[in-house]
């Protein structure tokens, strides 16, 4: 199973773009990179998933470079609510026993 | 349901008492699984099923641990004789297999604290 590291916090003002570097060095070929959220006193929420070059959704954006051996969450124009805990996770799908780290703790400030 | 619910939402015990933990997941999804997490850290793996049987028990943290899953969709997680170390957040998640990594559907949580 591959860990992640990750900062332990960040803080940024809303408005902003927010960019979480997620390291992976050990990531195996069939391995996804996977972010989640979570807020106080709640369950995690998927965010993003991808395997190789950029994934965008609504909420967020997913860069991962060829070695593929880190990966950088990109959350446009933040608000005070995306204060939050972001994890990241590496695995494939025979690992249902992901391995999750203390995430990153993102503070919006107005 | 619309989402994964966990009952109760809260539990408070004594030491020496069993709990039960309940996790109802998404109609349909095969996949659960329940972590815990203790405060300011991230969620610790304990036990995960594909339907109703649990190919994997490792992460149980000891005997006093047990979960079982009932056709194929409610599941319950038993503690017994709990201390105070059990005191923590227990959260359950569901998913459905999918291409990559299963996306994990996760409840809000039972907050458990041993006095």
């Known amino acids: 199973l591959a860990k992640t590291t990750q900062p332990i916090s960040m803080d940024s003002y809303e408005g902003q773009e927010v960019n979480i570097t997620c390291s992976h060095n050990n990531i195996a070929t069939n391995d996804y990179i996977t972010w989640y959220q979570q807020f106080p006193s709640q369950g995690p929420r998927f965010i993003i998933q991808?395997?190789?070059?950029?994934v965008t959704n609504e909420v967020a954006s997913l860069f991962i470079p060829a070695d593929r051996k880190s990966s950088t969450l990109s959350l446009p124009r933040v608000s005070l609510s995306d204060t939050a805990v972001y994890y990241c996770l590496v695995g494939d799908d025979s690992n249902y026993q992901l391995i999750w780290g203390a995430g990153t703790k993102l503070i919006i400030k107005p | 349901g619309a989402g994964v619910s966990q009952s109760p939402s809260n539990k408070v015990t004594e030491k020496g008492k069993d709990v039960e933990l309940r996790c109802d997941p998404i109609?349909?999804?095969?996949?659960l699984y329940w972590y815990r997490q203790s405060l300011g850290q991230g969620l610790e793996f304990l036990i995960y099923?594909?339907?109703?049987?649990?190919?994997?028990k490792s992460g149980l943290p000891s005997d006093r641990f047990s979960a079982e899953r009932t056709g194929g969709s409610v599941s319950t997680l038993t503690i017994q004789r709990t201390q105070q170390e059990d005191s923590a957040v227990y959260l359950c998640?569901?998913?459905?297999?999918?291409?990559?990594?299963?996306?994990?559907?996760f409840g809000p949580g039972t907050r458990l604290t041993v006095l």
């Open positions: 109609s349909g999804h095969t996949a």
């Open positions: 991808g395997y190789k070059t950029k």
């Open positions: 099923f594909q339907g109703n049987s649990a190919p994997d």
């Open positions: 998640a569901s998913s459905q297999p999918t291409a990559g990594v299963d996306t994990q559907y």
